[in-house]
């Protein structure tokens, strides 16, 4: 009896190892269907999307098809592949520019907030009411002469700003402003009258015949210089 007992149990052992493997390649077979099923599953997603992707892009071409023959493909292929180097080198050049603006970023932030702080310090300072209200005074100006007139005025420019040159001379300024301020002091309702006696007297004075004097010196320079003019 103990022999044919030490016989089965090696037998039921490899029985036992036996369905031990078919339960493993069971599992294996059906990790295989459902790795199979979905791939056929990804192929039919894979085949409906590639068949509208297909469907738009022939619709998309059938409206350029008529401005398009059927060797542009290949002569544009060709052309690429001949200008290869210079798209490449094309390509460097962006990646330099796009440094480069990645670079100036900071420095173009800091120009514009200095822009803005500029524009902030000529608001407070009126400079922008100012200059509407110049603006106002040119349409003024526009409104009140006509086009011969401005054009008379732009002929006469270089005469106008020699004028005021002259005007704005320490000298000038100085008996300009000498001129108003006396002008400023003379009260005419109290100026007493003068007989031709007393306008006499007057005129024999140190300061009056000075006065004549400058006079009649501006008087004969004013004529000398309009003879040479004309």
């Known amino acids: 009896m103990n022999a044919p007992e030490a016989t089965a149990n090696p037998l039921d052992a490899r029985l036992d190892a036996l369905d031990a493997k078919l339960d493993r390649v069971l599992l294996e077979i059906d990790e295989v269907r459902r790795l199979r099923r979905g791939m056929e599953e990804l192929q039919d997603d894979l085949t409906r999307v590639a068949r509208d992707l297909l469907a738009t892009t022939i619709n998309e071409l059938e409206d350029v098809a008529p401005f398009v023959r059927t060797g542009d493909f290949t002569d544009l292929l060709k052309r690429l592949l001949r200008n290869t180097n210079t798209l490449n080198e094309l390509l460097v050049q962006l990646e330099s520019a796009r440094a480069l603006v990645e670079d100036a970023a900071p420095l173009a932030r800091h120009l514009f907030h200095d822009g803005l702080e500029q524009l902030d310090s000529l608001e407070r300072r009126g400079y922008f009411d100012k200059g509407r209200e110049l603006a106002r005074a040119l349409d003024n100006v526009v409104a009140e002469f006509s086009v011969e007139e401005v054009r008379q005025l732009a002929d006469n420019a270089t005469t106008i700003l020699h004028t005021v040159k002259n005007l ?19 009260d ?4 007493e009258e003068y007989s031709p006696f007393k306008a006499f007297r007057e005129i024999n ?5 000075r006065g004549i004097g400058f006079l009649i010196v501006f008087l004969r320079n004013l004529s000398a210089h309009q003879m040479r003019t004309h």
């Open 168 to 186: 704005t001379q320490p000298d000038m300024l100085e008996a300009v402003d000498n001129a108003v301020e006396i002008y400023g002091k003379i």
């Open 188 to 191: 005419f309702n109290t100026v």
């Open 205 to 209: 004075k140190p300061e009056m015949r």
